[in-house]
C-alpha cells in the first residue's frame, strides 16, 4: 500500500464522522421525546432521569468523535501535508469554543467568535476533502478528485450564507436579526446538510480508494 497512513486515519475518520452523525440524530430524537411529554406530569420525573442518562451517553458519543477524529486527521497527515491544516483547524475550533463561552454576555464579541468558529469549521471539512483529492491525484484516480471539486461549491456557497447569518445578527442583535436573516439561515442549514452528506459520501470513497491501492 502506498499511504498505510492516510488509509487507516481516514478509516478512523469515517468512523467518528458516523459516531457524531448518531449522537446528532440522538440528540434531535431526545429533545423530540422530551417536548411531547413535558405536558405529561405524572411520567415527567421518569421522563427526566432517562433524558438525563441519554444526554450523557451522547456527550459521550461526540467526546468519542472528537478524540477519534484527531487521531485520524494525526494519522493521515503522516503521509499527506494537507490534513495537518484540518488539524489546526479542529484545535482553532475548540479554543473558540471555550472562548466563547466568556463572552456569551457579550452578543457582538459572541458572534464575532462564532464567525471565526465557522471559519475553524469551514477548513477542517476543507482540507480533509483537499486531502482525498491530493491522494487521489497521486494514485492517478482522477475521478475522485472531480467529485471533491463539487463538493467544495456547495462549502463555499454554506459559509458565505453562514457569514451572512452572522454579520446581520452582528449588526440587528440576535433578537432583532431573526426575521431578516431566516432566509439566509434555511439556506445556510440546507447547504450544511447537503454539505456534510456529500462529505460522508466522499471520505467513505476515499477510504474505499486507499484500501483499493493495496493490490497495486
Known sequence: MKY???????QTIVIAEFIAA???????????????????????QYTFGAVSIIM????AMYIAAFVLEIIGIMKAGKDEP??????????AAIILTILSG?????????????IAGDVAQFFLVHYI????MHLSNHLGR?????????IFTIIYLGIMFE??????EIIYGHKRAEEIALPFDVIANILKSVEYIMFLIYILKGSKMLKESKGE
Do not use: C, D, Q, W
Open 56 to 59: 450523557l451517553v451522547i456527550v
Open 142 to 150: 482522477p475521478e475522485v478528485s472531480k467529485k471533491g471539486k463539487k
Open 163 to 168: 457569514v451572512i447569518v452572522r454579520v446581520i
Open 129 to 132: 476533502i483537499h486531502g482525498i
Open 4 to 10: 498505510p497512513n492516510a488509509s487507516k486515519g481516514l
Open 82 to 91: 494537507a490534513f495537518k491544516v484540518s488539524l489546526y483547524a479542529i484545535i
Open 102 to 114: 466568556f463572552f456569551y454576555e457579550n452578543e457582538t464579541v459572541f458572534l464575532m467568535i462564532s
Open 22 to 44: 448518531a449522537a446528532s440524530i440522538l440528540a434531535v430524537i431526545v429533545s423530540a421525546l422530551a417536548f411531547s411529554s413535558a405536558e405529561a406530569s405524572e411520567t415527567e
